[in-house]
C-alpha cells in the first residue's frame, strides 16, 4: 500500500514500522523479567540464555569478539550505555530487539544477523570507529527493521547479504526496512545490497558519505524514498565490485550539492505501513532524533 499521509493511531516516531512489524511481528522480551548488567560476563550470560528476557545494559561494557543473543531477547541502553571492542551475534534465532545503545571499536562487525535470523530490531543506536560492519545481515535473514540509527566516523556500515554466490538461501529473503537513520560522513554500504526484495530504504539523512550511499546488485530489489542527501557523490547505483546489478526505484528523495543516482528495472510492493516524511525535512528530523540517547526506554 502507499504510505499514510498520517500515521496510524498511537504510532510514534520510536514506534516499530516496517518488515520487522510482519511474520508475526517482532516484541523480543516482551514482559519478562528485566535482567541489568554492567559487565562483559553478566552481559554475555544475558544475551545467551535461553528463553524471554529484557535486557538493560548500564554504563560502560569492554569485550572482544561477538557476543550470542538468543530468541526473545530486549536489549536496552540506560542512558549513556555502551559496548566497546566487541559486537552482537544473532544467528539463527529470532524476535530480538536491540536500542538505544553506543557501540565502538568492535572487532568483527558491531551487529551481526544471520542464518536465517528473523524479526529483529535494531532502533536508536550509534555507531563508530569500527573494524568491520556496524550492522550486517546476511545467510537468509529476514523480517528486520533498522530505525533511528546513527553512524559516523566508520567505512563499512550495513552489508545486505554476503555474497554473490550465496543466492540458495538468500533469494526469497534478506527483506529489511532501513528508516530514519543519519549515515553521517560513513564511506560505503549504507546499505550495500543482494538478493532481497524488496528492501526499503527511506527517510534516511546521507551526509558527505565518501564512496556511495546505496548499491543495489545481485537481481536485488531497493526502493530508495523520501531520502535526503546531502555533499553525497554518488547517492545510489546499480551493481558493486564484481557484484552484477540488482533494480532500483527512486522516488520523492531531497538532493543537496548530490547528483541524482542510478536506477532501474521495478521492486516488489511494500507490503506494510508506513509514514513517509517529506523528504526536505528529513535533515532536521533525522539529526534530533537518531543515535542512542534520544529515546528514554
Same mark, same amino acid.
Given at each position: 500500500?502507499?504510505?499514510?499521509?498520517?500515521?496510524?493511531?498511537?504510532? /510514534?516516531? +520510536? &514506534?516499530?514500522?516496517? @518488515?520487522?512489524?510482519? %511474520?508475526?511481528?517482532?516484541? !523480543?522480551?516482551?514482559? $519478562?523479567?528485566?535482567?541489568?548488567?554492567?559487565?562483559?560476563?553478566?552481559?554475555?550470560?544475558?544475551?545467551?540464555?535461553?528463553?524471554?528476557?529484557?535486557?538493560?545494559?548500564?554504563?560502560?561494557?569492554?569485550?572482544?569478539?561477538?557476543?550470542?543473543?538468543?530468541?526473545?531477547?530486549?536489549?536496552?541502553?540506560?542512558?549513556?550505555?555502551?559496548?566497546?571492542?566487541?559486537?552482537?551475534?544473532?544467528?539463527?534465532?529470532?524476535?530480538?530487539?536491540?536500542?538505544?545503545?553506543?557501540?565502538?571499536?568492535?572487532?568483527?562487525?558491531?551487529?551481526?544477523? /544471520?542464518? +536465517? &535470523?528473523?524479526?529483529? @530490531?535494531?532502533?536508536? %543506536?550509534?555507531?563508530?570507529? !569500527?573494524?568491520?560492519? $556496524?550492522?550486517?545481515?546476511?545467510?537468509?535473514?529476514?523480517?528486520?527493521?533498522?530505525?533511528?540509527?546513527?553512524?559516523?566516523?566508520?567505512?563499512?556500515?550495513?552489508?545486505?547479504?554476503?555474497?554473490?554466490?550465496?543466492?540458495?538461501?538468500?533469494?526469497?529473503?534478506?527483506?529489511?526496512?532501513?528508516?530514519?537513520?543519519?549515515?553521517?560522513?560513513?564511506?560505503?554500504?549504507?546499505?550495500?545490497?543482494?538478493?532481497?526484495?524488496?528492501?526499503?530504504?527511506?527517510?534516511?539523512?546521507?551526509?558527505?558519505?565518501?564512496?556511495?550511499?546505496?548499491?543495489?546488485?545481485?537481481?536485488?530489489?531497493?526502493?530508495?524514498?523520501? %531520502?535526503?542527501?546531502?555533499?553525497?557523490?554518488?547517492?545510489?547505483?546499480?551493481?558493486?565490485?564484481?557484484?552484477?546489478?540488482?533494480?532500483?526505484?527512486?522516488?520523492?528523495?531531497?538532493?543537496?550539492?548530490?547528483?541524482?543516482?542510478?536506477?532501474?528495472?521495478?521492486?516488489?510492493?511494500?507490503?506494510?505501513?508506513?509514514?513517509?516524511?517529506?523528504?526536505?525535512?528529513?535533515?532536521?528530523?533525522?539529526?534530533?532524533?537518531?543515535?542512542?540517547?534520544?529515546?528514554?526506554?
Amino acid at each position: 500500500p502507499p504510505p499514510s499521509s498520517t500515521p496510524p493511531p498511537g504510532q /510514534q516516531p +520510536s &514506534a516499530l514500522v516496517g @518488515w520487522a512489524t510482519q %511474520n508475526g511481528g517482532t516484541t !523480543g522480551g516482551g514482559n $519478562a523479567a528485566t535482567t541489568t548488567v554492567s559487565n562483559a560476563s553478566g552481559l554475555t550470560s544475558a544475551l545467551n540464555a535461553t528463553g524471554a528476557a529484557v535486557i538493560r545494559v548500564t554504563g560502560t561494557i569492554t569485550c572482544s569478539g561477538m557476543l550470542r543473543v538468543r530468541s526473545n531477547k530486549t536489549i536496552l541502553g540506560n542512558y549513556g550505555a555502551t559496548i566497546v571492542g566487541c559486537g552482537f551475534n544473532v544467528s539463527g534465532d529470532r524476535n530480538v530487539i536491540i536500542r538505544n545503545l553506543t557501540f565502538r571499536n568492535w572487532n568483527d562487525d558491531a551487529i551481526n544477523v /544471520q542464518e +536465517s &535470523a528473523t524479526n529483529i @530490531w535494531i532502533d536508536h %543506536n550509534s555507531f563508530s570507529n !569500527g573494524y568491520d560492519g $556496524a550492522v550486517d545481515i546476511k545467510r537468509g535473514s529476514d523480517f528486520v527493521t533498522v530505525s533511528w540509527n546513527r553512524v559516523f566516523s566508520h567505512d563499512k556500515t550495513m552489508l545486505l547479504g554476503h555474497s554473490d554466490d550465496n543466492a540458495s538461501q538468500d533469494v526469497g529473503h534478506l527483506r529489511v526496512s532501513y528508516h530514519h537513520n543519519w549515515f553521517d560522513g560513513s564511506n560505503q554500504r549504507n546499505p550495500r545490497v543482494r538478493f532481497g526484495n524488496p528492501v526499503h530504504v527511506y527517510n534516511n539523512y546521507y551526509r558527505a558519505n565518501g564512496g556511495y550511499g546505496v548499491a543495489s546488485t545481485e537481481n536485488a530489489g531497493v526502493l530508495v524514498e523520501g %531520502n535526503y542527501f546531502e555533499n553525497v557523490d554518488d547517492p545510489y547505483h546499480l551493481g558493486e565490485g564484481d557484484s552484477g546489478p540488482g533494480s532500483l526505484v527512486a522516488r520523492n528523495n531531497h538532493f543537496v550539492n548530490s547528483p541524482t543516482g542510478q536506477t532501474g528495472g521495478s521492486v516488489a510492493s511494500i507490503p506494510y505501513s508506513y509514514q513517509l516524511d517529506t523528504a526536505s525535512n528529513v535533515k532536521s528530523i533525522v539529526t534530533a532524533g537518531a543515535g542512542a540517547g534520544k529515546i528514554t526506554v
